[in-house]
C-alpha cells in the first residue's frame, strides 16, 4: 500500500493503491503514520509524499466492502492520528501531487510545507458529493490556505480546482510539467533535508502554533523557538559560515 525509500536524508513515501487511485485504506494511514513516527530518528531529514499511477489519491477508500458505521470514531483511529503525527514531524514535509487529490487525500496533500503540482493535478473536496463534510483537517486547512470564500466554494459546490487555479489561490507552490514533477520534487526534497533541520522543524512548528494565536502569543513561542535554534550545531556552521564567506554545510543538528 505503500513505498518507502531512502534517497540520501530525503524519505520518498509512495502511496502504491494506483487501482484505486490511491484510495487511503485504514491499513494504509496507519502503515503511513507508522513510518511518520520513524522518520526522524532514522536521519531522514525531509519527507516527500507522492502517489503512483494517475493519482495522488483519491480519498477514503469507498471500495472495500463495508463502509465504517461510525465515521467519528473512524476518523478518531485512523485519519486523525496520521493528521496529528504529520503536523508533529520535526522534519519537513514536500507534496508532490501527481494527479487528483481528492477528499482526504487532498488533506494528506495540503499536509506538505511546499506543495509541487504537476500540470494536470487537480483538487476536489469531494467530500459533499456523496453526502459528507470535510474531514482529516480540511475544514482548518482551507480557509486559511485560500479564504473563506474560496474554501466555502471548495467545500460546498465539490467542483474540481486546477493545478494553476490552486497556484493562483497560494494553495500550492509552484505548478510544474507533469514528466518534471518528481524530478523537481526530489531536488525541492534534496535542497531542504541538506538545510538545518532543526530549524525547519521549530519553523513548522510555529507556523501550526501561532496559526490562531495572538501576536503577544507569537512573540512568545518564537522566544522558545528561538531558544532551541540557537542551541544548534547548524546555527554555530551558519555563522561561521557566513562570517568566512563560504557556503554551509548543515549536518541536521
Ligand atoms: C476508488 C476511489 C475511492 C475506492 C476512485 N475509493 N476506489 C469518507 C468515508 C469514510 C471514512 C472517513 O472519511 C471519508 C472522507 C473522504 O475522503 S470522502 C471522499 C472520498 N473520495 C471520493 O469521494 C472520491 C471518489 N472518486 C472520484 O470521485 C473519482 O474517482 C475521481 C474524481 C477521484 C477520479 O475520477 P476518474 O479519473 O474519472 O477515475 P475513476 O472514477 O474512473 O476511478 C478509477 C478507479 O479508481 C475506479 O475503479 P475501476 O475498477 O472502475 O477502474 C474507481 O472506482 C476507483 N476509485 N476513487 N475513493
Not at 60 to 75: H, K, N
Amino acid at each position: 500500500m505503500l513505498r518507502l525509500e531512502r534517497d540520501g536524508a530525503v524519505a520518498v513515501v509512495t502511496l502504491t493503491r494506483p487501482e484505486t487511485l490511491n484510495a487511503l485504506h485504514p491499513e494504509l494511514v496507519d502503515g503511513l503514520r507508522e513510518i511518520a513516527g520513524t522518520l526522524a530518528a532514522q536521519g531522514a531529514r525531509c519527507l516527500l509524499l507522492t502517489g503512483e499511477g494517475r493519482a495522488f489519491s483519491s480519498g477514503a477508500d469507498l471500495g472495500g466492502g463495508e463502509l465504517p458505521e461510525d465515521l467519528g470514531a473512524f476518523l478518531e483511529k485512523h485519519y486523525n492520528p496520521l493528521m496529528e503525527a504529520l503536523a508533529a514531524l520535526p522534519i519537513p514535509i514536500v507534496s508532490a501531487v501527481n494527479g487528483v487529490a481528492a477528499g482526504a487525500g487532498c488533506s494528506l496533500a495540503l499536509m506538505g510545507d511546499l506543495i509541487l503540482a504537476g500540470r494536470s493535478a487537480y483538487f476536489l473536496q469531494a467530500f459533499i458529493n456523496i453526502g459528507l463534510v470535510p474531514d482529516a483537517g480540511a475544514n482548518w486547512l482551507l480557509p486559511r490556505f485560500v479564504g473563506r470564500a474560496r474554501a466555502m466554494e471548495m467545500m460546498m459546490l465539490g467542483e474540481r480546482v486546477s493545478a494553476e487555479t490552486a497556484l493562483s489561490w497560494g494553495l500550492v507552490n509552484r505548478v510544474v510539467e507533469d514528466a518534471v514533477l518528481m524530478e523537481e520534487a526530489r531536488d525541492l526534497a534534496q535542497r531542504l533535508a541538506a538545510m538545518p533541520t532543526r530549524a525547519l522543524g521549530l519553523i513548522r512548528r510555529l507556523a501550526r502554533e501561532t496559526e490562531a494565536s495572538s501576536l503577544a502569543d507569537a512573540l512568545k513561542a518564537e522566544r522558545v523557538a528561538q531558544k532551541e535554534a540557537g542551541e544548534s550545531e547548524d546555527f554555530r556552521a551558519g555563522v561561521t559560515a557566513f562570517l568566512g564567506k563560504t557556503k554551509g554545510v548543515f549536518s541536521g543538528k
